[in-house]
């Protein structure tokens, strides 16, 4: 078997967080390509639920990623996010889930670099923390 390469799943915005991942893609910036974006409207849509499901369902980390505070296309939808992600970090560790493996980050259009950066920072970090127990008991 190879070696061990973690599932990230990016709820990311649609006017911010997504441009700048396409913005590393067109740049040809590398980041892992085990990463799995979900393009949102806004960051203040992600449901705790579609996280929850997606540790469930054998994801190793979530990233939740928009505008900065302040620039949110829909006035407040990232200050929603922040709560949320808040509550998730308190309520994971009920699941079993370390809450070192959910991230929120704000990253602009312009800021494919910062994309790519946080990408291969989240996933050497989950790749020290190793697979979560829903993927170890999964059958691949």
Known sequence: MGEYEPTIIAFVC?????TA??????????????TRLIRMMCTGMV?????????????DAVLIS??????CHYINGNFKA???VKLLKEILPHFGFDKRRIRLAWIGASEGVDFAKTMREMAAEIKELGPTEVREQMVL
């Open 14 to 18: 649609n006017w911010c967080t997504y």
């Open 82 to 84: 922040r709560r949320r």
């Open 47 to 59: 449901d705790p639920k579609y996280v929850i499901k997606a540790f469930l369902e054998g994801a």
């Open 21 to 34: 991942a396409d913005l590393a893609g067109t740049s040809r910036l590398a980041y892992p390509s085990n």
């Open 66 to 71: 928009g505008c900065h505070p302040g620039d």
